[in-house]
């Protein structure tokens, strides 16, 4: 019974991190929509012409830096 439980188990712990993973997406998309609507709000004349000239990722780069939302995302969109 314990050989059983020991061959299941990667199977069972695969099957909740695809379930959770399904339940992390839409999650996750609010949080990017959340973030644009406050950038769209709160951005500087400058980072609204980097928004237009260089797309989203770079600009909500930069308006994160001047937050000082810097140190969480250390490494920046290409």
């Known amino acids: 019974m314990i050989g059983f439980l020991f061959l299941l188990f ?3 712990l695969l099957g ?9 997406e839409p999650l996750s998309q ?3 929509e959340r ?3 406050q950038f769209l709000d709160d951005a500087s004349p400058s980072e609204l012409d ?4 260089e ?3 770079t600009a ?3 308006f994160r830096q001047r937050l000082g939302f810097g140190r969480l995302r250390r490494n920046r969109p290409t």
């Open 60 to 62: 909500l780069w930069r």
């Open 30 to 32: 609010v949080a990017v």
């Open 55 to 57: 797309g989203t990722e």
């Open 35 to 37: 973030d644009i609507e």
């Open 16 to 24: 909740f991190m695809l379930l959770m993973g399904r339940v992390e």
């Open 50 to 53: 980097t928004f237009v000239r």
């Open 10 to 12: 990667p199977f069972v």
